[in-house]
């Protein structure tokens, strides 16, 4: 049952989630290679090392914001029902 009630929670937090490692990217990109788009896979004149970087430091802020809000969420739910979600 508790899953049942966990899962829109958990879809929305996804959803908020999602809106917050992208802005939290894009902000990082933006400090540490002083542009303001990372660069694209396709985009000419852009090199492997640029590309292959921006693809590893959102990939790794992706994970870790996904991680701590399932975890964050859990946590809370578990408090305010008592029952883990899963």
């Not at 049952?1 to 802005?23: E, F, H, N, Q």
């Not at 004149?45 to 991680?67: D, K, P």
């Not at 946590?75 to 979600?85: I, L």
Request: glycine share 12%; aromatic share 6%.
């Amino acid at each position: 049952m508790a899953k049942l009630l966990y899962k829109p929670l958990g879809m929305l937090m996804g959803a908020l989630g999602g809106l917050v490692a992208t802005s939290l990217f894009r902000r990082t990109w933006k400090l540490v290679a002083h542009q303001d788009e990372a660069p694209k896979p396709a985009q000419r004149g852009r090199t492997w090392r640029e590309v292959l970087s921006a693809a590893a430091m959102q990939g790794a802020i992706v994970g870790l914001v996904h991680a701590a809000v399932d975890r964050a969420g859990a946590k809370g739910f578990e408090k305010a029902t008592g029952a883990w979600p899963s």
